[in-house]
């Protein structure tokens, strides 16, 4: 049965039209889901540990009398690593040291200048106290997840780092916990949803108040994660999963359709739209499509995630390619081109570029080094990956000298007197020398 995946062309009258309404997503915002989760983050607010162990008990069916039962021993951690096969050990140690090698060149190290007059000026970089990381658990396995949302905690020199991770029916996914030992996690908790959010944003007896909650979940968690913005700080409030492909109809179809389907799995919402000048092209992709998607273990899912929101969009040239990319700002980019570097100058808005016909994005969600936590919905327009700097503060750095403190004062003084804030004034001219 062939794939009924939108076919537009960039250059028909009604194309803007097509093209808003295929990007459309509504953000997190379904009331139903607000009520249960402000009722969710009050109980725990005013109950703390007590609220957290009977929500996880209720949406988890578990059977905890305290915290203390949810927390997972380092020693678990441990015997997880040592338990998952070889295969999958290598291969988590050689992604976390890939994406500890490249989050270490993003370090940023505190700096300060002497100006003439002996002032000095800077800027101090520290560490965040305390993370929180929010792993999805029981079926789902995203071990991915952790390494990519705990390494640069770890390399930005976080000193404490909190995984919570929910295990509806006890389920335990053991290469999570694998995942949490290789990246320096320093305590892992049983709990999820809404109470998980809140336990790390208000804190209880149990667990500590967190300065920021990173990490992917569900509606609960994305909405939780939204209302308690401002009492710490969060990641982002992510859309679903997309990817943008400028093939110039040199790749093998097969790989540019497979390519789309990475994302399609994801789940019935991801966005995956190829473009291209070359109609022929897009027609041995659709060919391509209908071909490999019977194969996949998750077919339904692209399916819906195909004909829902995916397209296949003809261009005239490569500047309208270039015009629509920066348009879309897409989370993934992929240039499938001969020769991307030269296309690079002109790409404004994309959360991560895959450059060349051999670099697929699903590289990138697991081992290539640079993080996969990435600006969705058309955000790249003004947000950057997941990085070091997250989890890092900067504080400025003045110290006046008395010459310096007297050459300031007289730019001050006038300043805050327009103002008609006189103390500012008053203090800047006392420095002021005779």
Not at 74 to 93: F, G, N, V
Not at 182 to 195: E, F, N, T, Y
Not at 307 to 330: F, H, K, M
């Amino acid at each position: 049965m062939s794939c009924k995946i939108a076919r537009l062309d960039a250059n028909a009258n009604n194309f803007q039209a097509q093209l808003q309404q295929l990007l459309a997503w509504d953000s997190v915002c379904d009331p139903a889901v607000d009520s249960a989760v402000a009722h969710i983050l009050a109980e725990v607010k005013q109950h703390g540990d007590k609220a957290v162990v009977g929500f996880s008990n209720q949406f988890d069916r578990l059977a905890a009398n305290s915290i203390d039962e949810l927390v997972v021993p380092a020693a678990e951690l441990q015997r997880a690593l040592a338990a998952i096969p070889a295969a999958q050990r290598s291969a988590l140690e050689q992604a976390a040291a890939r994406v500890r090698s490249y989050h270490e060149h993003q370090r940023q190290d505190s700096w300060q200048y002497t100006e003439a007059d002996g002032t000095v000026l800077g800027q101090q970089i520290t560490p965040l106290d305390r993370v929180g990381l929010y792993v999805p658990g029981g079926k789902a396995s995203y071990p991915s997840s952790v390494l990519m949302n705990a390494i640069p905690a770890k390399v930005a020199g976080v000193p404490e780092l909190i995984m919570v991770s929910p295990t509806p029916g006890g389920e335990v996914n053991q290469l999570v916990l694998a995942a949490a030992a290789i990246a320096g996690v320093d305590k892992v908790l049983r709990i999820g949803g809404a109470q998980a959010v809140a336990a790390l944003a208000y804190g209880t007896k149990s667990i500590a108040k967190v300065d920021k909650i990173v990490g992917p979940g569900n509606i609960y968690v994305a909405t939780a994660k939204r209302a308690v913005f401002g009492q710490v700080a969060i990641d982002m409030i992510a859309g679903p999963s997309e990817i943008l492909i400028y093939c110039d109809g040199q790749t093998d179809p097969d790989w540019i359709a497979m390519d789309l389907f990475s994302q399609a799995e994801h789940d019935e919402q991801a966005q995956s739209i190829l473009i291209s000048e070359d109609a022929a092209f897009l027609d041995q992709v659709q060919a391509s499509i209908d071909k490999l998607l019977p194969t996949l273990e998750r077919r339904a899912i692209a399916r819906q995630s195909l004909e829902g929101r995916g397209a296949l969009i003809q261009v005239a040239d490569q500047a309208q390619a270039l015009e629509l990319i920066n348009y879309i700002a897409p989370e993934h980019l992929e240039l499938s081109v001969a020769d991307p570097d030269a296309l690079l100058s002109s790409i404004r808005h994309a959360g991560a570029i895959f450059m060349g016909r051999y670099t697929a994005e699903a590289v990138g969600d697991y081992c290539a080094g640079p993080n996969h936590v990435l600006p969705t919905s058309g955000t790249a327009r003004f947000s950057s990956p997941l990085g070091v700097y997250d989890f890092q503060k900067r504080s400025s750095l003045i110290k006046c000298s008395a010459e310096g403190a007297s050459a300031l004062g007289k730019i001050a003084s006038p300043l805050a007197r327009g103002e008609s804030l006189e103390a500012h004034a008053r203090s800047a001219e006392y420095r002021i020398l005779d």
